[in-house]
């Protein structure tokens, strides 16, 4: 069976929590779009005239910031998932261990985000767990090619 193929399950659940992820950032611009649009906070003088119509104005929204923040976030930290998931493949996981690694790190990241918006403080925990994802993957990638 082929590290790269869809015989193996541990591929075939990292493909399907990276795509997931990928439609998490994906949505998150649309999302950025929506609050941009619903506030009339524009930060480009053409974005304000063209889509914000006669009451068109530049200017900054604390709630529109908050849901930029949480894309920039997921832009910073899904592409090391993304990376280290890849490797991590490598060092030939068990299925059961790579599925899980692959869940907890994806809920955490749908977690960090919705906890983002709402303003809640147990957002940095639910960071941390999908920190901790990242650095055993990163444990098993360096103690497998060292």
């Not at 493909?15 to 506030?39: E, H, P, Q």
């Not at 949480?70 to 930290?77: G, P």
């Amino acid at each position: 069976m082929s590290l790269w193929s869809l015989d193996n399950p541990a591929f075939t659940d990292y493909a399907f929590y990276a795509g997931v992820l990928a439609a998490k950032v994906m949505a998150m611009g649309f999302i950025t779009g929506y609050y941009r649009m619903t506030k009339k906070a524009f930060v480009n003088p053409e974005d304000a005239k063209n889509l914000g119509g006669k009451d068109f104005k530049v200017q900054v929204d604390a709630d529109v910031e908050r849901v930029r923040r949480a894309h920039q976030n997921d832009l910073e930290n899904i592409t090391v998932f993304w990376i280290l998931g890849l490797l991590f493949l490598l060092t030939n996981p068990s299925p059961a261990t790579a599925r899980l690694i692959f869940r907890i790190y994806t809920g955490s990241r749908i977690g960090y985000t919705i906890l983002y918006i709402r303003g809640s403080y147990l957002r940095p925990g639910v960071y941390i767990i999908g920190v901790i994802c990242n650095i055993f993957m990163l444990y098993r990638i360096i103690c497998t090619f060292w």
